[in-house]
């Protein structure tokens, strides 16, 4: 039987890394490892020397590293004082790196199966019946996490053979998350789940998901969903 063959953007560190070391275990696998910087990450290197049949690092950037730098540094900020650029910075990253990959990737895609998957690590901040209501000041993120959601349905209609899952990993213990509590000191009440947590349950869903009529609902790593 051929291998099951996955890419994995953002695999440096964080939900990314957690994947693709989950994936790795699995028989028949073959998982390229997509970071921006391959140098940098010592724990991907390490992985990949444990598991050099079945582990590939590749270098790739969704969307522009100065604007993504820029975006994590202003991920927190009143709603009144959120500038045009913080909006474009979000959008870059979370919103266009998505849409970039799937153009990128849609002829090998399209030449592996049947039904070809392509998820998308979004939030539940992207939720408008749910993350408007959360008294974080994200809204460049946020926002721009909705319009992921949106292009993940988009995707779905317009290409049948495809999988196109948008899912919130939980709220998980990362860098990402680290930040965020240093800007909005009040997050570090709220509960984190493990990187390990996290990717299993994201995994799980992966699995499960199957090409509906329907575009999937924001689907949650524990299996639940959010509306949209
Ligand atoms: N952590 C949470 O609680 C949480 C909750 C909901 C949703 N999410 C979502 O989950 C995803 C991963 O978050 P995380 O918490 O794991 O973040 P993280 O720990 O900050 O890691 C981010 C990863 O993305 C990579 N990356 C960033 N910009 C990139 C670009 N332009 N091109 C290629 N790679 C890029 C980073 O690479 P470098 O090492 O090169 O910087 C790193 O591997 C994000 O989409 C985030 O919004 C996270």
């Not at 604007?67 to 919103?95: C, F, I, Q, W």
């Not at 800007?183 to 990717?199: G, H, K, N, T």
């Amino acid at each position: 039987m051929a291998p099951t063959v996955y890419l994995v953007s953002g695999s440096s560190r964080g939900i990314g890394l957690g994947l693709v070391t989950k994936l790795a275990e699995r028989d028949n696998t073959i998982v390229f490892a997509g970071c921006r910087s391959p140098g940098t990450s010592p724990l991907l290197q390490s992985l990949a020397v444990q598991q050099p049949t079945n582990l590939h690092i590749i270098q790739l950037t969704a969307a522009d590293k100065a604007g993504n730098d820029a975006a994590v540094a202003h991920l927190v900020v009143k709603s009144l004082e959120v500038t045009p650029e913080s909006m474009r910075e979000h959008y870059e990253v979370n919103t266009i790196g998505p849409l970039v990959l799937f153009q990128s990737s849609f002829s090998l895609l399209s030449a592996s199966t049947p039904h070809p998957k392509y998820i998308i690590i979004s939030s539940f901040m992207g939720s408008n019946s749910f993350g408007t209501r959360v008294p974080t000041n994200q809204l460049p993120y946020g926002a721009s996490k909705a319009a992921v959601n949106w292009v993940a349905s988009k995707l779905h209609y317009d290409h049948p053979p495809f999988v196109v899952v948008p899912i919130h990993p939980g709220a998980v213990a990362t860098d990402g998350a680290a930040v965020a509590v240093k800007q909005e000191p009040f997050l570090a009440d709220y509960p984190l789940i493990s990187i390990e947590r996290s990717a299993q349950g994201v995994l799980k869903v992966v699995d499960e998901a199957e090409r509906g009529e329907e575009a999937s609902a924001l689907r949650s790593y524990d299996g639940g969903s959010f509306p949209w």
